[in-house]
T-cell receptor, first 111, second 113 residues
Framework: QQPVQSPQAVILREGEDAVINCSSSKALYSVHWYRQKHGEAPVFLMILLKGGEQKGHEKISASFNEKKQQSSLYLTASQLSYSGTYFCGTERGSNTGKLIFGQGTTLQVKP | NAGVTQTPKFQVLKTGQSMTLQCAQDMNHEYMSWYRQDPGMGLRLIHYSVGAGITDQGEVPNGYNVSRSTTEDFPLRLLSAAPSQTSVYFC????????????FGPGTRLTVT
């Protein structure tokens, strides 16, 4: 079953912050985050494992609440390059190879 | 390394025709997967494989077949194309480990008329 992402779309000005949420009705082992630019393939951002820590690089970070089966992606001081569609992918067990993605959140950053 | 390659990049089929989408990777990845992407639907898993000789169904397997005879290749077969299979198809691969990163191919845009 696909995880549910919210919001579906968000428009920001450069420098503003955004949060993208991902939730599942099933217990999760890991949550993966990817970004896709228009006409390109998705690119890996980060993975959060059950029992792991909050992760991040530069101004993009994420958290994983195992009890609520929810993850959030935080984009701070957004840049034009952050524009794209963000997908969360969820895995219910360790090393299953079965990654199920949400429907995506489109982020547009304007000057 | 070429990474994950997919052929063809574009394809137009008539309803009822069959074809095979090719996917190859040169990173010695154990995991390989096929996804389809439709507007508003995100990436939906069609079939996946955790190693040569092992395949399993994803969310939307109907109308598609796969096999994995080698570590490098994971072809996707459309048995009898239907307009509902018009989509962009992505192949992905990764190592088998807890914190794996999936590498996606450039995609194949398929139109069925």
């Amino acid at each position: 079953q696909q995880p549910v992402q919210s919001p579906q779309a968000v428009i920001l000005r450069e420098g503003e912050d955004a949060v993208i949420n991902c939730s599942s009705s099933k217990a999760l082992y890991s949550v993966h985050w990817y970004r896709q630019k228009h006409g390109e393939a998705p690119v890996f951002l980060m993975i959060l494992l059950k029992g792991g820590e909050q992760k991040g690089h530069e101004k993009i970070s994420a958290s994983f609440n195992e009890k609520k089966q929810q993850s959030s992606l935080y984009l701070t001081a957004s840049q034009l390059s952050y524009s794209g569609t963000y997908f969360c992918g969820t895995e219910r067990g360790s090393n299953t190879g079965k990654l199920i993605f949400g429907q995506g959140t489109t982020l547009q950053v304007k000057p | 390394n070429a990474g994950v390659t997919q052929t063809p990049k574009f394809q137009v089929l008539k309803t009822g025709q069959s074809m095979t989408l090719q996917c190859a990777q040169d990173m010695n990845h154990e995991y390989m997967s096929w996804y389809r992407q439709d507007p508003g639907m995100g990436l939906r898993l069609i079939h996946y494989s955790v190693g040569a000789g092992i395949t399993d169904q994803g969310e939307v397997p109907n109308g598609y077949n796969v096999s994995r005879s080698t570590t490098e290749d994971f072809p996707l077969r459309l048995l009898s194309a239907a307009p509902s299979q018009t989509s962009v198809y992505f192949c992905a691969s990764s190592y088998v480990r807890q914190d794996y990163e999936q590498y996606f191919g450039p995609g194949t845009r398929l139109t069925v008329t």
